[in-house]
């Protein structure tokens, strides 16, 4: 089996800047994470873009789609920031002939205690799993992007209505 990964950036590649005293979103992390999960199967990274999700709009949801509908591989994974996550999986719900999942991380992959790598090997399991359509994994959760919201408060991800 062979997954294709496409990064968008979002926090989960965010790397601090010293000299300026803030974070920015840099290079994809995840080849940094599956190597640490020592994965055993095959994939692709693609880096589609490098944006906070808050910075993204209708056209770079479009790249995203598009990127994803001419991918030959059925399995996907997204890194993508947590803000606007569900908004991208609400686009891709176009897209039937393939499993998608998003994932994502409110902490930077490489800090000591982010949820990243936890979120990314239980996106990865879930991806294999599942049936073709669109999911969010969050907090060891599958979640339908016409239905999650994100508790800024709780600092997860919960289907919407829950916890309100």
């Given at each position: 089996?062979?997954?294709?990964?496409?990064?968008?950036?979002?926090?989960?590649?965010?790397?601090?800047?010293?000299?300026?005293?803030?974070?920015?979103?840099?290079?994809?992390?995840?080849?940094?994470?599956?190597?640490?999960?020592?994965?055993?199967?095959?994939?692709?990274?693609?880096?589609?873009?490098?944006?906070?999700?808050?910075?993204?709009?209708?056209?770079?949801r479009r790249q995203v789609l598009a990127a994803v509908q001419a991918c030959?591989?059925?399995?996907?994974?997204?890194t993508h920031g947590t803000d606007t996550m569900a908004d991208t999986g609400?686009?891709?719900?176009?897209?039937?002939?393939?499993?998608?999942?998003?994932?994502?991380?409110?902490?930077?992959?490489?800090?000591?205690?982010?949820?990243?790598?936890?979120?990314?090997?239980?996106?990865?399991?879930?991806?294999?799993?599942?049936?073709?359509?669109?999911?969010?994994?969050?907090?060891?959760?599958?979640?339908?992007?016409?239905?999650?919201?994100?508790?800024?408060?709780?600092?997860?991800?919960?289907?919407?209505?829950?916890?309100?």
């Amino acid at each position: 089996m062979k997954i294709q990964i496409f990064t968008v950036g979002g926090t989960i590649d965010k790397i601090y800047f010293d000299a300026k005293s803030e974070y920015e979103v840099g290079e994809p992390n995840i080849d940094w994470v599956l190597g640490q999960l020592n994965v055993g199967f095959q994939y692709a990274i693609t880096s589609l873009m490098r944006k906070d999700s808050l910075d993204m709009d209708d056209e770079d949801r479009r790249q995203v789609l598009a990127a994803v509908q001419a991918c030959p591989l059925e399995r996907i994974l997204i890194t993508h920031g947590t803000d606007t996550m569900a908004d991208t999986g609400r686009v891709l719900s176009a897209v039937t002939d393939k499993t998608i999942v998003l994932t994502g991380a409110m902490q930077p992959a490489k800090f000591v205690g982010s949820d990243a790598m936890f979120n990314i090997g239980f996106a990865l399991g879930a991806l294999q799993a599942l049936p073709h359509g669109v999911y969010i994994a969050m907090n060891g959760r599958i979640f339908d992007p016409r239905r999650v919201v994100k508790n800024r408060e709780a600092g997860r991800f919960e289907d919407a209505g829950e916890g309100r």
